[in-house]
């Protein structure tokens, strides 16, 4: 990235944070960025956003934003706003004190500090709720006065650790839709971690993936998704379909073999590899394939898993497959535990690493 177009710049960090550690911490965000950060739990997301926030103190490494280095200062004098899954709202206080909190501490006048209260309230569709206290509120009620007030002061940071995660899943995808759009309108940097894949795709204008204290990748949300650099990031992502073994050449084409497998592939790459195919790259037949797809494969179904939209067809043959198929497709098929189908996907459809 062009460094003078980076708003923030995480160096060489390394954390201590009880028994957990952080290291060697890289990470840059271009001016007004939605960054996605991906891990399990346990990852360190939350420990690195509280590091950059200012709550822990780091062992070694640099944090700057927009040129001025932070990694000493405390938390009142970075401009950086925290947003929590749990709201962290004062109790005590009602959501439009809660929203003018911050406002207070910087003597803005009586008549500034309503007029920027009210106005993000009215962005984030809180406008009628000023006046209840947090106990009062819905989940997500709650989590836009949350992010209100972590707005309030304009930060030049906003980071979010899981903020949909404790929601309903129909508040969280109109929250979703939220954060999109008071993103658009503001523009303020953004830096929100979650697990959740869908969040990443829709929000994050880069994603990164992040396991055990190190940063794996990052990249579009193409190339985490679809090139994933690890065998942890393909799985992570849902890949489901990983093997391990060499790629040689054979006549004019590329040939993986592993793990019971000969997969013909697109790859300047030779000897040991990784190979891994998304289950929807994978077409499912009962009939013998015909079509331009370099690979076919058959097996018996071992199990089916409906996941609403769609199916998931696990099948035993040379190696174990996983594929989707819509449920009318799966339906139409009559695919059932113990029968035979035909797997068929491109060479390009996998990904070797």
């Known amino acids: 990235m062009d460094l003078d177009r980076a708003t923030l710049q995480v160096e060489d960090l390394d954390v201590a944070v009880g028994g957990f550690l952080l290291r060697g911490i890289d990470l840059e ?34 944090i700057v934003l927009e040129g001025r280095e932070l990694t000493g200062l405390p938390p009142e004098e970075r ?46 569709g809180i406008g009628g709720l000023l006046q209840r206290h947090p106990s009062e509120l819905s989940g997500g009620e709650a989590q836009r006065g949350a992010l209100a007030r972590a707005l309030a002061v304009a930060p030049r940071l906003l980071l979010l650790d899981e903020p949909l995660s404790a929601l309903d899943p129909q508040t969280r995808h109109s929250l979703q839709r939220e954060l999109a759009r008071v993103h658009r309108e503001l523009g303020t940097t953004t830096l929100h971690v979650t697990h959740d894949f869908e969040e990443a795709v829709s929000l994050g204008e880069r994603i990164g993936v992040m396991r055990d204290g190190e940063i794996l990748q990052v990249g579009s949300a193409h190339e985490v998704f679809r ?52 289950p929807e790259e994978i077409l499912v037949s009962r009939e013998p394939v015909r079509s331009s797809a370099r690979n076919v494969l058959f097996g018996t179904i071992s199990e089916l898993v409906d996941r609403g939209v769609l199916v998931y067809v696990f099948v035993e043959g040379a190696a174990a497959f996983s594929a989707a198929v819509t449920r009318p497709a799966a339906e139409q098929m009559g695919l059932a535990i ?8 491109k060479a390009s459809a996998v990904h070797v690493f």
């Open 29 to 62: 965000l271009a001016r007004g960025e939605y960054f996605v950060l991906l891990g399990p739990t346990g990852a360190g997301k939350t420990i690195l956003l509280e590091t950059i926030a200012g709550l822990h103190v780091p062992r070694g490494g640099r």
């Open 79 to 124: 401009s950086i706003g925290l947003v929590y899954q749990d709201y962290a709202l004062f109790p005590h206080l009602s959501l439009g004190e809660n929203l003018a909190f911050g406002l207070r501490s910087r003597r803005l006048g009586r008549s500034a500090i309503l007029k920027r209260v009210e106005a993000l309230a009215d962005l984030l």
């Open 338 to 345: 113990g029968r035979t189908v035909y797997l068929a996907f």
């Open 227 to 278: 090139l994933p650099a690890t065998a942890f990031v393909a799985e992570f992502v849902g890949a489901q379909n990983i093997f391990s073994g060499d790629v040689r050449s054979e006549r004019d084409r590329a040939v993986f073999t592993g793990e019971g497998l000969e997969m013909v592939v697109v790859t300047d790459r030779r000897g040991p590899a990784h190979a891994a195919i998304r």
